[in-house]
């Protein structure tokens, strides 16, 4: 593998730890309402549970947790899946699909990013799309 590749994987490494990082970072702070309204708008979202069915019953704060720990995990799962072919040293074969996947599926998460979030998820989940897409440019 060359340097370049080095290089855009280390650095795919990095990002894709911190966003996990910076995304967990939410399970420990608690939004504040700055007025009435957000305080109502917090309570609802907090503690009115909605019938799902199945005998199931959440609310959308629960659905905002589930979905953080996901998007938590995927970027831990990645970061620490590159971090361990990198050090086995897999083939440029496997490296090219693997990275391919992650171009993919990282790609996506991105553009939805984009789409439903505000800037420090689309800031740190474009650093680590870059530097996926530049290690499978350079592998």
């Known amino acids: 593998m060359s340097s370049n590749f080095t290089f855009w994987i280390w650095g795919a490494i990095i990002a894709m730890a911190l966003s996990a990082l910076?995304?967990?970072?939410?399970?420990?702070?608690?939004p504040k309402p700055r007025n009435d309204t957000e305080?109502?708008?917090l309570d609802l979202l907090t503690n009115y549970k909605m019938d799902m069915g199945g005998g199931i019953k959440r609310s959308f704060g629960n659905l905002f947790i589930g979905v953080s720990i996901?998007?938590?995990?995927?970027?831990i799962l990645g970061a620490v899946l590159n971090f361990y072919f990198l050090r086995t040293?897999?083939?440029?074969?496997?490296?090219?699909g693997f990275l391919l996947i992650q171009v993919i599926v990282?790609?996506?998460?991105?553009?939805?990013?984009i789409r439903f979030t505000f800037w420090p998820p689309i800031i740190v989940t474009g650093v680590s799309f870059i530097f996926l897409l530049g290690s499978y440019i350079f592998k």
Request: net charge positive; aromatic share 24%; glycine share 6%.
């Open 39 to 41: 305080k109502q708008l």
């Open 70 to 75: 996901c998007f938590t995990f995927i970027y």
């Open 89 to 96: 040293g897999i083939s440029p074969a496997a490296w090219e």
């Open 106 to 113: 990282y790609g996506l998460v991105f553009l939805a990013q």
């Open 22 to 30: 910076f995304h967990s970072l939410s399970f420990i702070a608690k």
